[in-house]
């Protein structure tokens, strides 16, 4: 069965407006077939991202990243995404990006990437809210990075809402989302299916 891992970084957790437009994407998915999850990164204790890439990248590797930590949730949200066929990211917009949340787990990333792009191949979606402009900044931001980490990027492969109300109340935002979820698990099938073959 395929697996949709839903990544909430909003501080405002189940109640924000990212969360209701993620779990409309993650409902669609599940209607596709696929089993979901997600994760509110408020509820998660994630520590900053070192930079030992910087000082010697044969010291950025998944059990280093992840040793000593007790109290951080990494090592679980490692296994969770090394062990699902895709990902939706979905942030508020906070000055034009994505939120410190978002960032600092997507920097956590950087020693699954290092270690052998160990994500290749997973499916990866976006989702971003806010109030004013900035939307497309942080999705074009998290397409990049997640592109260079190996994900693929399905058509339609994005949602945002800009504005103070609630998004589900504009049409054109609920149908990118359902489709989103749709377009991805579709994605993972096809992968799945075999006789890919990728180069690093």
């Not at 942030?91 to 956590?108: C, D, H, I, N, Q």
Request: negative net charge; hydrophobic residues 40%.
């Amino acid at each position: 069965m395929i697996k949709i891992v839903g990544i909430n970084g909003s501080a405002r957790g189940k109640e924000g407006k990212t969360a209701k437009l993620l779990q409309v994407v993650l409902k669609s998915a599940e209607e596709a077939g696929a089993q979901v999850k997600t994760v509110h990164l408020i509820e998660e204790s994630i520590r900053y991202c070192l930079g030992c890439y910087s000082e010697d990248s044969s010291k950025c590797e998944p059990r280093r990243c992840t040793q000593d930590m007790l109290a951080d949730s990494m090592r679980a949200l490692h296994n969770l995404l090394l062990f699902c066929d895709g990902v939706v990211f979905a942030t508020p917009v906070y000055w034009f990006g994505m939120s410190a949340l978002m960032k600092t787990f997507v920097e956590r990333l950087t020693s699954l990437e290092n270690a052998g792009k160990l994500l290749m191949g997973h499916v990866a979606g976006f989702v971003a809210v806010g109030e004013e402009d900035g939307a497309m900044q942080a999705i074009s931001q998290l397409m990049a990075i997640t592109s260079d980490m190996g994900f693929v990027i399905p058509p339609l492969g994005f949602t945002y809402y800009i504005g103070r109300g609630d998004p589900l109340d504009d049409p054109e935002t609920v149908k990118y989302a359902m489709n989103l979820g749709k377009n991805m698990v579709n994605l993972a099938k096809l992968l799945n299916s075999g006789g890919i073959e990728w180069k690093l």
